[in-house]
């Protein structure tokens, strides 16, 4: 893409109502605009972030042996009614009349939407285990919507709901979200924590949220510093048995200021972490609470009747978009992990004007992206001091400068943006250096 044609308002001043870095950041670098309260439209690179998070959840899901559908994010208000969670939802559900009078609302989850499909398709114990996920928008009528995208109204979640037959079978797939969960953030450059958690509104006897450390999280968490340097599984076997896994990730000591237990974490000594955190994902067990109210049961081996066991587990993707900028930027901009920056190559032509550095730059910037590499070619009419500054804030993993004077002899500077460490290279070899 060249800079010169990219629909990337950015902004030199930092807007007076972001109060963190990822929301300056965001806005800074033309990836997001506010339409209204807790409710964002997406420019063209922050939307390419946002794509490339789906993308890494998706396979991650995929690989866990979840099917990928799509639920609407308008719901019908009789569903929650079943459920008995219409009213107790509270303020925070957005509701609305449609023109036949029909209550409906804008879904914040989708348990009742997903046991209504479940129960009107299947029957038998055969049919179970099952494990289906979506990303859909939803919608919180937050009070106070701050922060960005980190807390919104409207925002992007990826939603994965099990059946089981029994609590056995429930266990194993919440192992298995458990353990896909701490893929997926790894994946993203994060180390999110797994902690014991509150269910809230969601409901349930078991639950984990995975939290991001980061001074401007909204969590208070308290966790054994062992906990960052662990490893996360590869080449994992969602088939075999992921209890010890899931084990070792909760054997030491880690809770959410909600459920923190002060006597436990003194016990810990200089071992203890005390951080804020922002939760990237919650995960819950709740057995038959929907199932049960909503008559989702199968038939078991004898003939009787089973409410399947169930469980429901969020990952906030648009939340990541921020919280990776959290965990990842500098004085100067957003540093962008490899695995999901917008573009990998930012392409500087130094001196616009220059005959030679702009034939250099054009060929380079075809010559990469005939090789499939994502380049952003600054190709305007600027001083250098501007595109350092504007490729810096939005945070590309690498910058390639042409100058007059490397030019003369073939050469190009690399710079790496996480440790700004330069490199000289001939330019003929940076398109190998990339592809
Ligand atoms: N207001 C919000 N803005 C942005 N992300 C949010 C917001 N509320 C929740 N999230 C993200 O969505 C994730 C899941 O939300 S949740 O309420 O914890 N869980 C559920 O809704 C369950 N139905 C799991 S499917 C959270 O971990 C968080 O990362």
Redesign the pocket.
């Known amino acids: 893409m060249r800079l010169s044609a990219y629909f990337l308002p950015t902004l030199k001043e930092t807007p007076a109502e972001a109060q963190i870095a990822s929301h300056r950041l965001m806005l800074r670098a033309g990836m997001v605009r506010q339409a209204s309260a807790g409710i964002y439209s997406w420019l063209p690179m922050g939307l390419k972030v946002l794509k490339k998070i789906e993308q890494i959840v998706r396979e991650e899901q995929d690989a866990a042996g979840a099917q990928e559908m799509l639920m609407p994010t308008i719901q019908s208000a009789d569903l929650w009614r079943e459920s008995g969670r219409y009213d107790a939802y509270g303020p925070e559900m957005l509701r609305i009349r449609d023109r036949h009078q029909r209550d409906m609302l804008y879904g914040p989850?989708n348990?009742e939407q997903i046991t209504d499909i479940f129960r009107g398709a299947l029957r038998s114990y055969k049919d179970v285990p099952k494990l289906l996920y979506h990303i859909q928008w939803k919608f919180?009528d937050?009070i106070r919507p701050r922060f960005g995208?980190?807390?919104?109204r409207e925002?992007l979640?990826k939603?994965?709901y099990s059946f089981d037959l029994d609590n056995a079978g429930a266990r194993r797939s919440y192992n298995k979200m458990f353990v896909a969960y701490l893929r997926t953030f790894a994946r993203l450059g994060l180390k999110a924590i797994p902690m014991r958690a509150d269910t809230g509104p969601?409901g349930g006897d078991m639950s984990h949220e995975f939290l991001v450390l980061a001074e401007t999280g909204e969590s208070e968490v308290y966790c054994h510093k062992d906990f960052l340097d662990f490893e996360v599984p590869e080449d994992v076997d969602y088939d075999g048995d992921l209890q010890p896994i899931v084990d070792r990730w909760t054997s030491l000591y880690a809770a959410t200021d909600e459920i923190h237990d002060s006597e436990q974490a003194a016990a810990l000594g200089d071992d203890l972490v005390t951080a804020r955190g922002i939760?990237?994902?919650?995960i819950?067990n709740f057995s038959t609470k929907y199932s049960k109210p909503m008559n989702a049961v199968v038939t078991g081996s004898e003939g009787e009747e089973i409410p399947v066991e169930m469980g429901?587990?969020?990952?906030?993707v648009?939340?990541l978009v921020g919280a990776i900028i959290e965990a990842s930027h500098d004085d100067n901009g957003i540093i962008w992990p490899e695995s999901v920056t917008p573009f990998k190559v930012g392409l500087i032509n130094l001196r616009y004007g220059d005959e030679a550095c702009t034939s250099a730059c054009d060929t380079l910037y075809r010559d990469l992206r005939r090789a499939g590499v994502e380049v952003l070619y600054d190709d305007r009419d600027k001083k250098a001091g501007a595109k350092f500054a504007d490729m810096d804030l939005i945070g590309l993993p690498w910058q390639v400068v042409i100058g007059p004077r490397g030019v003369k002899n073939g050469i190009a500077e690399v710079k790496n943006r996480a440790d700004g460490e330069r490199i000289e290279m001939p330019i003929a070899a940076v398109v190998e250096r990339f592809a």
């Not at 995208?149 to 919104?152: A, Y």
């Open positions: 989850t348990e919180r937050e995208v980190m807390r919104g925002f979640m939603d994965s969601i939760e990237v994902g919650h819950f429901s587990y969020g990952i906030g648009s939340r």
